[in-house]
């Protein structure tokens, strides 16, 4: 509801109403965000928050800040297997495309910060596997962006989802349940041919 109601305000607002694109339920951002220069177009997560630590992991949204795909051809849905595969074989720095979030605090509409993935200073890793990074945006409030180059951001971002999901396995899954390490890169290649 939170996230209508926000790209309602801004289709109706004068100054931004030529600029914000709806985006169906599930894609990757709430909207999309046309420049000034009508071409130029920015994917956005609309992240009501009181200022708690949210979930903030898209894999499609990491694929376009971290790739020189267009929107379109980035996959709704996929499995981690994929996003590296689509980050290596596409991987390019390009400055100010990141995938975007705008925080609004529920508490006090007006505290509103507009920030790039790879920007953002306060990502927690999590050993949740729906749920690998989250970002405090309590702490994220009281900081300027960061600024990262594409390895640096690599390395928090998806270093930091490759951490999580590691945590997992080890502190959640029974050790018998985990294959061991001479048929493991063999199922695993046949787990990443699927977009689970």
Known sequence: MDEGSIKRALQEHELFKDHIVDEDARKFGDMVIIDYDK???????????????DNCFSKAGMVYAFTDLPIDDIPKAMNLCKMVKLIETHGKNIPNR????LCI??????????RGAKQINCWVENINPSNVLQVNWKREKTMPAMDRTWDEAYEVIIGGAKRSTQGFLQKSIPKEWLLD?????????MLCLDDM
């Open 39 to 53: 071409v130029t177009t920015y994917p956005v997560n609309i992240k009501t928050s009181i200022g708690s630590t």
């Open 98 to 101: 990141d995938y975007w979030f």
């Open 105 to 114: 605090d529920k508490n006090d509409s007006a505290n509103v910060i507009v």
């Open 181 to 189: 390490a001479s048929s493991q890169d063999e199922d695993n290649d």
